[in-house]
Every structure is written in structure tokens, then in C-alpha cells.
């Protein structure tokens, strides 16, 4: 048991000094950014992959024929899509909220491919 604990304090005290973390607020704020961007990278590379066409104008015909026209984006909060979850992908349609699930069909509307 004394040699766990001398293990463990030589690993805390390297040279007479405690190790410090370092959790000054830009360094965190900055990791916060990374994460969220990538988070958000993930998301859109996905709705890539579904094939809809994020940021132009769209036709969306959702379930109970409600038809949606206007900019097609990720909804903010979207961060984790989990892989056979692409169902939950959340949507807006100027500034009306839905998932992928309750999509039935989504036309681009300047008829170019996305």
C-alpha cells in the first residue's frame, strides 16, 4: 500500500511542484468553439449524405400536408446525430422547426443539384 501511494504522489508532484490544470477562460472558451464547430460540421456533413439542400430556398412537404417554403437550415442545437438516429436531424423552414422524420419530400427551388 505505501509504494501505491509514493507511485501516485511522484506522479502529482513532478519536481517538488504540483502539476496545475490550466482552466484560464480563453483556453476553455476556445475548446468550447472547437467542439461546437466540429459538432456542427458533423451535422451538416449529414444532411449532405441525406442529399437536402442546406441554405437554399426549398419546397418541404411535411407529414399532415404542411407544405414549408424558404431557406432550408440546421436547427442551432443540433449536436449529437447518432448513427441510425438520422431520423432526429432537427430542420427549420425560415424559422419553423421539424426532423427529418416528419419530412416527406424536399424539392430545391432554383432547380439547380445541390
Same mark, same amino acid.
Given at each position: 500500500?505505501?509504494?501505491?501511494n509514493?507511485?501516485?504522489?511522484?506522479?502529482?508532484?513532478?519536481?517538488?511542484?504540483?502539476?496545475?490544470?490550466?482552466?484560464?477562460?480563453?483556453?476553455?472558451?476556445?475548446?468550447?468553439?472547437?467542439?461546437?464547430?466540429? +459538432?456542427?460540421?458533423?451535422a451538416?456533413?449529414?444532411?449532405?449524405?441525406?442529399?437536402?439542400?442546406?441554405e437554399?430556398?426549398?419546397?418541404?412537404?411535411?407529414?399532415?400536408?404542411? +407544405?414549408?417554403?424558404g431557406?432550408?437550415?440546421?436547427?442551432?442545437?443540433?449536436l449529437?446525430v447518432?448513427a441510425?438516429?438520422?431520423?432526429?436531424?432537427?430542420?427549420?423552414?425560415?424559422?419553423?422547426?421539424?426532423?427529418?422524420?416528419?419530412?416527406?419530400?424536399?424539392?430545391?427551388?432554383?432547380?439547380?443539384m445541390s
Amino acid at each position: 500500500m505505501a509504494s501505491v501511494n509514493a507511485a501516485w504522489r511522484q506522479r502529482i508532484f513532478v519536481g517538488g511542484f504540483q502539476q496545475q490544470f490550466r482552466f484560464d477562460k480563453a483556453s476553455s472558451e476556445d475548446g468550447y468553439a472547437r467542439w461546437l464547430a466540429s +459538432r456542427q460540421a458533423a451535422a451538416h456533413a449529414l444532411a449532405h449524405k441525406l442529399g437536402l439542400p442546406l441554405e437554399h430556398d426549398v419546397e418541404v412537404w411535411l407529414t399532415g400536408e404542411i +407544405r414549408l417554403r424558404g431557406k432550408l437550415r440546421l436547427q442551432d442545437q443540433v449536436l449529437f446525430v447518432e448513427a441510425g438516429r438520422e431520423h432526429q436531424l432537427g430542420l427549420l423552414v425560415d424559422k419553423v422547426p421539424f426532423t427529418y422524420s416528419e419530412m416527406q419530400s424536399c424539392v430545391r427551388l432554383d432547380g439547380t443539384m445541390s
